[in-house]
């Protein structure tokens, strides 16, 4: 089989950046996905209402090209109000992205975990309205490795709290996830990154340190990795493609005090072929891509189509200043002009 032809798939879980990142790099996620969900972390000052929502919807059209469709996202913030909610719903944003305070890029003035019970009348309207909550699922201050796992009661909170409105765990990293998200009920899903599948923590810190591969959640163990690679291919629909590609500069990785972000977008449906298609499940692919976030998410399937050829290519080391993921390795799909 040399050339594969898959419904038009959508990334759940992108950042665009602003400024030259975004003008640079969107045509990437555009010439493979459909849609995809913008985080409103990383922008200067973040995505906090409908007002800032739309210019930057905008934006990133005009960097996109034709035929994409950004989903946007509001930031969650102590002042997110019913209103708030309500107004941007009307516009076509789709969701509220939690990150509990300090647990990543952006996110020292996210709401604490603590405060979380005064955001409930928020989560009331969404719930009402059909807008989804996106978790950035960890407990900040936690060792490293645990946090993931301490923040699955908040999650069962939310869930038990709000029994109709939507969740997303996002770019979920280890076993005990999978089996949370799995047990909940059919209101709550996950993405799942490519790099998640692929890494573990050897990947970062095993031998030399790679920060090109340093993510939040950091990769896990290897059994961690292989509930991840079992959920995409069981076929279950709460599990769906996120990519949570996230440039930054490569001066901004190898430094210091490096930042958390693997740039996925170069290579995303190239390297899932590869990755289903070794497994032996590349049936699994399409639905995992193409069909669960989509229906989660009360969206219409695309119409399009994606073809993907067997042609090798050698990852660019640099896109933009920004180091990807897989740099100077082989791919061996390629996708068609
Ligand atoms: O690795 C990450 N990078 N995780 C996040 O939660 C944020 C993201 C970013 O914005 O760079
Ligand atoms: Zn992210």
New binding site residues.
Partial sequence: MDTITIRMPDDFHV?FREGELLRRLAYLVAQQFGRAIA?P??LNPPIRTVDDAIPYRDEILMHSGNGFQPLMTLKLYPDTTPEVVRGAHAAGVVAVKYYPEGV???AEDGVSVGRLSELYPAFEAMQDIGMLLLL?GEMPGVFCLDREAAFLEVLRRLCSDFPGLKIVLEHITTAGAVEAVYTLPATVAATITLHHLELTLDDVIGDKIMPHNF??PVVKRPQDREALCYAVTSGNPKFFFGS?S?P?PICAKECAEG????FTAPVAMPRLMEFFETLGCLTKLDPFVSQFGAEFYGLPLNQGTLTLVREPWIVPVEYAGVRPYLAGRTIIWRIAE
């Fill in positions: 950042h985080m972390n990383t990543t890029t952006n950035h993510c939040k949570d996230a930054h930042c958390a972000g693997v």
